[in-house]
Nanobody, 124 residues
């Protein structure tokens, strides 16, 4: 069974850090680009970061650039999102998603498999 499972969400105060994990099972991640998306209450799901499959090249949304870091460990079949300097506006359900490809261009409608999400709450 092909599956992506996110973990690591929780409640963190402003300025704090969290590391999200995205573990794949039933397939190997090495030929997939991996994206992290988030959806805040009442808002559309947005892409926040993407990592390529070959050289680890990355892209970030302006809202998280310099604060979040995406990475992957193909040996563990897992991707990560390190989130630092968290703000209340980072509160959302965070999803990982994958699509076969090389370059870090992750688009909501172009992803093949999705996890079920993990909630991150940063109170104001």
């Amino acid at each position: 069974q092909l599956q992506l499972v996110e973990s690591g969400g929780g409640l963190v105060h402003p300025g704090g850090s969290l590391r999200l994990s995205c573990a794949a099972s039933g397939f190997t991640l090495d030929t997939y680009i991996i994206g992290w998306f988030r959806q805040a209450p009442g808002k559309e799901r947005e892409e926040i970061s993407c990592i390529g499959s070959v050289d680890g090249s990355t892209n970030y949304a302006a809202s998280v650039l310099g604060r979040f870091t995406i990475s992957r460990d193909n040996a563990k079949n897992t991707a990560y999102l390190q989130m630092n300097s968290l703000k209340p506006e980072d509160t959302a359900v965070y999803y990982c998603a994958v699509a076969q490809g090389v370059y870090p261009h992750c688009y909501y409608h172009g992803m093949t498999y999705w996890g079920t999400g993990t909630l991150v709450t940063v109170p104001s």
